[in-house]
């Protein structure tokens, strides 16, 4: 019995592809931010992240608004809103990274014959920015934000609900993230998981896993 359930689930057609968005659809490397502010504040290594964690963490699921943040921001490091605007500015500039141009385009010519979809952790404010930057919306068929649905990757729960507003099942979706943790909770719900390395690497996995199905 347990051979030829194995032996169906190798014949399950993919219909869907779920992409990460940071280090995958966007390359983001650190630019040494909180590193810069930490030695203009005068604070020591570890201090601005240790103070402002529940805060990242809060905004990371949509449990503040981008005003609570920055006063957050100003109260706990003792900074008025010009300099808060200036950190954040340098904070989204290292979190939008530059687009992955290449992966971007496969991924827009998977359409229309897959369903194509993003699910990502994120931070309030971030997908007004990213559309203005790179267009996510017109990308992908749907997007799902860890900071507009309350719940952050590796939780089994945020990757049903993509599977459920695409339209598909785990067993009918390669996702690609570059966070061995969320790769690894993918596959356990029954993703085609690729663990993206580097573009050429991803885009050579997911055609084989389109090709073998």
């Not at 280090?23 to 203009?40: A, H, I």
């Not at 590796?154 to 598909?168: E, H, K, N, Q, T």
């Not at 719900?189 to 573009?199: C, I, M, S, Y």
Request: proline residues 4%.
């Amino acid at each position: 019995m347990r051979r030829y359930a194995r032996r169906t689930r190798r014949t399950v057609p993919v219909r869907a592809v779920v992409f990460d968005i940071g280090g995958v659809l966007e390359f983001t490397p650190s630019l040494g931010v909180t590193d810069k502010w930490e030695r203009r504040l005068g604070l020591p290594a570890g201090e601005l992240n240790r103070r402002m964690w529940d805060i990242w963490q809060r905004g990371s699921v949509g449990a503040l608004t981008e005003d609570a943040v920055h006063r957050a921001l100003g109260e706990r490091l003792g900074i008025d809103q010009v300099i808060v605007a200036s950190l954040m500015n340098d904070v989204w500039t290292e979190y939008l990274g530059t687009l992955n141009t290449e992966l971007c385009s496969y991924a827009q010519a998977l359409r229309p014959r897959y369903r194509t979809g993003i699910l990502t952790n994120s931070f309030v404010g971030c997908r007004e920015r990213e559309q203005s930057c790179y267009g996510f919306e017109q990308l992908v068929d749907d997007l799902v934000y860890s900071h507009e649905v309350g719940i952050t990757k590796p939780d089994p729960r945020i990757y049903r609900l993509s599977c459920d507003r695409l339209g598909v099942s785990p067993e009918e979706t390669v996702f690609v993230d570059d966070t061995p943790a969320c790769v690894e909770a993918a596959s356990a719900l029954g993703f085609h998981a690729v663990h993206f390395r580097d573009t050429a690497q991803t885009i050579a996995a997911i055609d084989g896993r389109l090709a073998a199905r």
